[in-house]
C-alpha cells in the first residue's frame, strides 16, 4: 500500500469514527457533556473542542495560514456546535488529502506550538499525526462517558472501520 492510500484511509477513518462517536454523544443528555469528571480534559465538550482546535489549527499550519488560539470560539455554545465544528473540520482533511500531490506529502514544514516551542514534520507524519491524536481523545470521551454512566459506547477503532468499508463494497 502506498502513503497516499494509507493517509486516505486513514484519514476517512478519522471523520467515520468521529461522526459516530459525536452521534453516541449527541444522543445523550445535553447536562451532561458539561458535567465535570476526572480526565485531561474535564467535560466532553472541552474534549471536543480540543479535537477541534488541534485539527483546525494543524491543517493552518500545514496550509501556511496564521491562526490563534480558537478555543474561546466554542464558549457558550452547545455540544451539537463543537461537533458541527468538528466534523467540518474533519471533512476538510478528505478534501485536503484528495487535492494535495503526492509530492506535497513529502514537503517539510516549520510550526510553532501554541507554547511558542518550533519543530518541523513532513505533511505526511503531520497528517498521521492529527488522525492519531483524534483517536486517542475518542478513548477519552468513552472513558468520561463511562464515568457519566454511559453503557453503550460505539466502537470506533481503525478495525471496525476497516470491517464497516469492507462489508459494505
Not at 46 to 68: P, S
Not at 108 to 133: C, F, P, V
Request: with cysteine; aromatic share 10%; hydrophobic share 40%.
Amino acid at each position: 500500500m502506498d502513503l497516499r492510500t494509507h493517509l486516505t484511509t486513514y484519514i476517512n477513518f478519522n471523520l467515520w469514527a468521529n461522526t459516530i462517536m459525536t452521534n453516541w454523544l449527541l444522543s445523550k443528555d445535553p447536562a451532561l457533556m458539561t458535567m465535570e469528571v476526572k480526565s485531561s480534559f474535564p467535560t466532553v465538550d472541552k474534549t471536543l473542542v480540543h479535537l477541534w482546535v488541534a485539527e483546525h489549527i494543524w491543517m493552518k499550519r500545514m496550509l501556511g495560514e496564521t491562526y490563534e488560539n480558537i478555543l474561546s470560539v466554542c464558549e457558550g455554545k452547545d455540544t451539537s456546535f463543537i461537533v458541527e465544528k468538528l466534523i467540518a473540520s474533519s471533512n476538510g482533511y478528505v478534501t485536503y488529502i484528495n487535492e494535495i500531490s503526492d509530492v506535497v506529502l513529502d514537503n517539510h514544514i516549520k510550526y510553532r506550538l501554541l507554547s511558542g516551542d518550533e519543530g518541523s514534520a513532513t505533511i505526511a507524519h503531520i497528517l498521521q499525526h492529527i488522525m492519531n491524536h483524534s483517536t486517542y481523545h475518542r478513548g477519552q470521551l468513552v472513558t468520561i462517558g463511562r464515568e457519566l454512566g454511559f453503557t453503550d459506547p460505539p466502537k470506533t477503532d481503525f478495525m471496525e472501520y476497516i470491517r464497516n468499508i469492507t462489508s459494505t463494497h
